[in-house]
């Protein structure tokens, strides 16, 4: 993801909730959206008082230090069970309404190997666009040899995308090539056409589109 360089906010009008167990720990309709400097995902940052800090003290950030944001707290997203904006529920984390991300149909021809091993190649690849992020190519399953990779338990989310799961490389006779290929099985619906459609990391896979490698 790209980094911001410096901290910027701006108001938001969502209603922000946040909740753990049973108690609503953050009731704010008056957020702030906030970019950190070196942070690649935006963040939340309420009025004190809309914030139950005595439930979660260990979780939470102040910016006294930052005259603008005095009076502020923000909250670790993953200290409570559940988030939302208005009723829309937030597993991930708060996104950015000027971060997209395009999943566009395409006729390109795109081969992958892994070790001069062939493990896909299909002509009807999801191009998908991310703001800041270079184009990324994701495969349709049946175009892809998925006897030779084995799912792993790990995940990962994104909130444009949703979660991710990963698959291990196993070819015969190469080393084996941990987390190589990731999918988001149950995408969120802005990007529902993603389902299943599996991709690779260039810094191991060799990803071939049109006959130009992709840059790691």
Request: aromatic share 12%; proline share 9%.
């Given at each position: 993801?790209?980094?911001?360089e410096t901290?910027?906010?701006e ?25 950190e ?8 940052a309420f ?14 950030r102040?910016?006294d230090?930052?005259?603008e ?7 670790r997203w ?35 190997s ?7 190649e299909?002509?009807r690849?999801?191009?998908v666009?991310?703001t ?10 049946e ?58 990391y ?13 840059a790691?």
């Amino acid at each position: 993801m790209p980094i911001f360089e410096t901290r910027t906010w701006e108001p938001s009008e969502r209603r922000v909730r946040g909740r753990l167990g049973g108690e609503l720990v953050v009731d704010s309709g008056a957020p702030l959206l906030v970019r950190e400097a070196g942070q690649p995902y935006v963040t939340y940052a309420f009025p004190r008082g809309d914030v139950r800090t005595d439930l979660v003290p260990d979780a939470v950030r102040t910016y006294d230090g930052d005259a603008e944001l005095a009076g502020h707290v923000s909250v670790r997203w993953s200290a409570l069970d559940r988030w939302f904006e208005e009723d829309e529920e937030l597993p991930v984390g708060p996104r950015d309404p000027y971060h997209r991300v395009d999943t566009v149909r395409s006729a390109r021809h795109v081969r992958v190997s892994i070790d001069g091993q062939p493990v896909a190649e299909s002509r009807r690849p999801l191009a998908v666009f991310e703001t800041g992020l270079p184009a990324q190519f994701y495969l349709p399953p049946e175009d892809v040899r998925l006897e030779l990779f084995e799912p792993t338990p790990t995940r990962t989310g994104c909130p444009y995308k949703g979660f991710a799961s990963y698959r291990t490389y196993r070819g015969a006779g190469t080393p084996e090539r941990a987390d190589v290929a990731w999918s988001y099985e149950e995408p969120f619906h802005e990007v529902a056409p993603l389902a299943g459609y599996v991709a690779f990391y260039a810094s191991v896979a060799d990803v071939v589109v049109e006959g130009v490698k992709r840059a790691a």
